[in-house]
């Protein structure tokens, strides 16, 4: 029961797992906010770029075509059902990753603080609710249908344990900055 729980979350989650970590991976040049100011400090600030954004929305809707492929064969090995990706629940997941973050960002800067600052709690739940909102608002049918309420608890008590194991790692291995 838990086990078919957390494969679940975990599977549906993974086009909005996948789009922030490209991210590190891809960013850099122009960031989104043109490096325009708002009350003395940056609308969103260095660490939100163009480009760490396309990557990162198209990594993530790319995968959930590769996990369409891989589903039947899956479910049948895990004994599970798991939701197939539809193009607009795929873009819908991870977008709304990409946006989470770049909200959590901008609200960082209204708290002043610097780019790469933490911000414990928005750091690990931002892009869930980015992802889970856009999805909720652009694939309402398929939403209710995959994040049924047990899902969507080991979804929201999952990630940020995800969050904070994945960021370290990255820290460690040199490809972040900061380990959160
Ligand atoms: N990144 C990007 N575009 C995004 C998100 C992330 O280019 N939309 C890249 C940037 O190079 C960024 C790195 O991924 O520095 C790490 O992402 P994150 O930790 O979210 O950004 P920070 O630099 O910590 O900035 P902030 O304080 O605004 O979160
Ligand atoms: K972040
Ligand atoms: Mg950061």
């Given at each position: 029961?838990?086990?078919?729980?957390?494969?679940?979350?975990?599977?549906?989650?993974?086009?909005?797992?996948?789009?922030?970590?490209?991210?590190?991976?891809?960013?850099?040049?122009?960031?989104?906010?043109?490096?325009?100011?708002?009350?003395?400090?940056?609308?969103?600030?260095?660490?939100?770029?163009?480009?760490?954004?396309?990557?990162?929305?198209?990594?993530?809707?790319?995968?959930?075509?590769?996990?369409?492929?891989?589903?039947?064969?899956?479910?049948?090995?895990?004994?599970?059902?798991?939701?197939?990706?539809s193009?607009k629940s795929?873009?819908?997941?991870?977008?709304?990753?990409?946006?989470?973050?770049?909200?959590?960002?901008?609200?960082?800067?209204?708290?002043?603080?610097?780019?790469?600052?933490?911000?414990?709690?928005?750091?690990?739940?931002?892009?869930?609710?980015?992802?889970?909102?856009?999805?909720?608002?652009?694939a309402?049918?398929w939403?209710?249908?995959?994040?049924?309420?047990?899902?969507?608890?080991?979804?929201?008590?999952?990630?940020?344990?995800?969050?904070?194991?994945?960021?370290?790692?990255?820290?460690?291995?040199?490809?972040?900055?900061?380990?959160?």
């Amino acid at each position: 029961m838990l086990r078919s729980l957390v494969l679940k979350a975990f599977w549906t989650m993974l086009p909005a797992y996948v789009p922030n970590n490209v991210a590190v991976l891809a960013g850099g040049g122009e960031p989104i906010d043109g490096g325009r100011t708002w009350n003395g400090r940056r609308l969103l600030g260095d660490g939100k770029t163009w480009r760490g954004t396309a990557v990162g929305t198209l990594a993530g809707v790319l995968l959930a075509l590769v996990l369409d492929l891989l589903r039947g064969p899956l479910e049948k090995r895990l004994g599970v059902s798991l939701p197939a990706f539809s193009l607009k629940s795929a873009f819908a997941l991870s977008f709304g990753a990409m946006l989470g973050d770049i909200g959590a960002s901008f609200l960082k800067r209204r708290s002043g603080r610097e780019r790469g600052a933490a911000f414990p709690g928005l750091d690990q739940l931002d892009f869930v609710a980015g992802s889970l909102g856009l999805t909720a608002a652009l694939a309402p049918a398929w939403f209710r249908a995959a994040f049924k309420l047990p899902v969507l608890v080991v979804v929201v008590v999952m990630t940020p344990v995800l969050h904070v194991v994945t960021n370290v790692i990255a820290y460690v291995l040199g490809l972040k900055d900061e380990p959160w």
